[in-house]
């Protein structure tokens, strides 16, 4: 007789319930991953945060 696994109902059960949440910090670390790769080195020049010289 086989023993029952509860795995794939939990995993189920959660993922229905948290998927939501895991697109969105997806999404959000999409956005926050190709944000910076993006910039230019005329906006690193003269940016005052990236220069660390606020005045």
Known sequence: MMKFDPWP???KREFN??????????ITGT???KFPLGLTGSYRSH?????????
Request: aromatic share 20%.
């Open 31 to 33: 956005i926050i991953s």
């Open 9 to 11: 109902v939990f995993f």
């Open 47 to 55: 940016s005052p945060i990236l220069n660390n010289s606020i005045h």
């Open 17 to 26: 319930r948290n998927w939501p949440f895991i697109v969105g910090f997806a």
